[in-house]
């Protein structure tokens, strides 16, 4: 063969070769009569698993919310503890006791006037009225011959109502200011008496003796001997 004929041949080799290139790229036809195998679907794949940094964003966010929350009830309990405190921070104070009431006197006269009418209402155990009535007595008529028995008696009314404190700074004046009179050793003995109820014995056992050296003769220093007090010898 030539080289003319050669180079003739050229472009039919090249013809060919595209042919079967093309041949290959088409897909293979299944022949007539044979079962065509189905490829089952692929399953539907698993989402995708969550990154690490997603995980991580998701975990700040409920922290942060945690926070929130606990900050809020922070909040509420503090404000629970101003309100308990309020009404006694707020409270007005109680008003001051009001003082002792001084003995009120209803009825004005004479020494012989009130004094049986007082010394009546003591027998009868009214001792706050007589009380009154004695104590308007013993300031009005200081000098008066019953005075003395007008302030030992005011002694006894505070004596029956367990005013023992009154009592005894009552029946000491007595003593001091009417020292020769009939009732200064009685004002002696129930000084005795009240000091022993106050749970002084000491100073009750102190008038127990004044009373035997300075009235030693008196009835009442009788008592005291014969042991028909509530003192015994």
């Known amino acids: 063969m030539g080289m003319n004929s050669a180079w003739k041949l050229v472009p039919l080799l090249a013809g060919a070769a595209l042919l079967l290139g093309a041949c290959a790229s ?3 036809r299944p022949q007539e009569g044979a079962t065509q195998v189905q490829t089952p679907p692929a399953a539907a794949s698993a989402p ?4 690490e940094p997603a ?3 998701k ?3 409920l922290e942060a919310t945690i926070a929130r929350l606990e900050q809020t ?7 629970l503890k101003q309100m308990a405190a309020r009404p006694a921070a707020e409270a007005p104070a109680p008003p001051p006791p009001a003082p002792a009431p001084q003995p009120a006197v209803t009825r004005r006269g004479t020494m012989e006037e009130l004094y049986p009418e007082a010394r009546t209402l003591a027998l009868k155990g009214d001792y706050a009225a007589a009380a009154d009535l ?4 013993a300031q009005t008529y200081p000098t008066h011959e019953l005075a003395p028995s007008a302030n030992y008696w005011l002694g006894e009314c505070y004596y ?6 009154k009592a005894i700074q009552v029946f000491q004046k007595v003593t001091a200011t009417f ?8 004002a002696l003995l129930k000084t005795a008496y009240a000091y022993s109820m106050t749970n002084q014995g000491n100073e009750a056992m102190l008038y127990l003796k004044r009373l035997l050296e300075v009235y030693p003769n008196s009835a009442e220093a009788a008592l005291v001997k014969e042991g028909k007090t509530i003192f015994r010898p």
């Not at 995708?48 to 990154?51: K, V």
């Not at 029956?160 to 404190?165: A, L, N, R, V, Y």
Request: a negative charge; hydrophobic letters at 30%.
């Open 73 to 79: 009830l922070k909040n509420q309990e503090e404000q």
């Open 26 to 28: 088409q897909p293979a």
């Open 179 to 186: 020292p020769n009179s009939t009732k200064a050793p009685a």
């Open 134 to 137: 004695f104590f308007y007595l």
């Open 55 to 57: 995980l991580e964003d």
């Open 48 to 51: 995708p698993a969550q990154t």
């Open 59 to 61: 975990i700040s966010r």
């Open 160 to 165: 029956s109502q367990k005013e023992f404190t």
